[in-house]
């Protein structure tokens, strides 16, 4: 029975939700046997619970001063220690910009292999088979671990959770972990965009593009968000113009997104921009072109002005909402 370990991601004092889905990866990894957590950083004590309460059987957490805010030195120092001690047969981390900066760190001190990105797992036999994109998410490969540590990256919002047992309950331990010659340290963190839902994590997300012709124009599309419950992203010409933050930016560039739901307003569809888009679940398309290549990928489609059509839409979710 293999014993399997989860690194957790702490993001502005919350777990991450790839957290419980990699935890969900690890149980149908480890078959009855061991999943344990890892959590780094302030307040790791105090959200350990909520692994357990994810599946997880225990939980290993350090408050450490110099693992207060991820750095590549620190978090590696950290996670092979643990390695080290608890000798496990897997290893997974959520695959977002820390656990794509850390991965490969450790991979390489631990000489193993890694499998990034994975989109789904499944177990035949005495092989874990990692689903994951390629070519920009136009293709899938299967890959298997022939040798050694079970190491995979998980992409946010694609292996689902196991449902919240309030009443599980596990050890959580606090590890001692030596943490020395640290080449960087965090001076301070400036946040670019204010609170909101994450857009790597968001399950809706309305995305506009260089159609949406302004800063003012996002407003429309923040409405239709906020109608949802979901977070607003942006194609790089929109980001190019200014309309918009570069932290919007979704694509091969920017960010990676697999929401259940993407309503790209004024988007051409370039290959760059659906490369971070084309695995949402449902993608709906509202261009003035009829030629426009996002209605090739969109589920729905509706040739118009997105300034009469996304102010509809505001108006049709509203009410749907109060009745
Ligand atoms: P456009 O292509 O100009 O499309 C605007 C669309 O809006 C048009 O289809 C038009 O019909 C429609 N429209 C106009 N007015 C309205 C209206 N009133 N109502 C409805 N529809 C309207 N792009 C990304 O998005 N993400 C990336 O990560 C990225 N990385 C790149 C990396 C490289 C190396 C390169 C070379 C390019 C990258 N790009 C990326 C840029 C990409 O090639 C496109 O230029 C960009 O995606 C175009 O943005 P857009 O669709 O908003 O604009």
Avoid at 17 to 31: H, P, R, T
Avoid at 34 to 61: H, S
Avoid at 162 to 171: H, I, N, P, T, V
Wanted: proline fraction near 3%; glycine fraction near 10%.
């Amino acid at each position: 029975m293999p014993k399997v370990l989860v690194l957790g991601e702490i993001r502005q004092g919350e777990l991450r939700n790839v957290s419980f889905e990699a935890i969900a990866a690890a149980k149908q990894v480890a078959k009855g046997g061991e999943v344990v957590g890892l959590l780094l950083g302030e307040n790791a004590e105090n959200l350990a619970k909520q692994m357990i309460q994810y599946g997880a059987d225990r939980v290993l957490v350090s408050e450490h001063s110099d693992l207060q805010a991820y750095t590549p030195d620190g978090f590696t120092q950290a996670v092979l220690q643990v390695v080290e001690s608890e000798k496990p047969e897997g290893l997974f981390i959520g695959h977002t910009s820390i656990g794509k900066d850390l991965a490969p760190r450790i991979a390489a001190k631990l000489k193993s292999g890694l499998i990034s990105d994975a989109v789904n797992l499944e177990v035949s036999g005495d092989d874990v088979v990692f689903t994951r994109p390629i070519y920009s998410g136009k293709a899938f490969e299967k890959k298997v671990v022939t040798d050694g540590l079970l190491f995979g990256t998980i992409r946010p919002n694609n292996i689902n959770p196991l449902e919240k047992d309030e009443a599980r309950s596990g050890d959580i331990t606090l590890v001692d972990l030596e943490i020395k010659n640290l080449r960087t340290i965090i001076k301070e963190i400036v946040r670019k965009t204010a609170s909101g839902i994450d857009l790597s994590e968001a399950k809706i997300i309305v995305s506009g593009g260089r159609g949406v012709k302004s800063k003012e124009g996002f407003k429309v599309l923040q409405e239709l968000a906020d109608a949802l419950g979901g977070a607003v992203g942006a194609s790089r010409g929109a980001c190019d113009a200014d309309f918009c933050d570069y932290a919007m930016q979704i694509g091969q560039t920017g960010k990676v997104v697999t929401p259940d739901l993407y309503i790209a307003c004024g988007i051409s569809g370039a290959i760059q921009h659906v490369a971070g888009m084309s695995n949402s679940k449902v993608i709906v398309a509202i261009n003035k072109d009829p030629e426009a290549n996002i209605f090739s990928i969109a589920e729905y489609g509706i040739v118009g002005d997105l300034f009469e059509v996304v102010p509809l839409l505001v108006e049709e979710f509203k009410s749907v909402a109060v009745n």
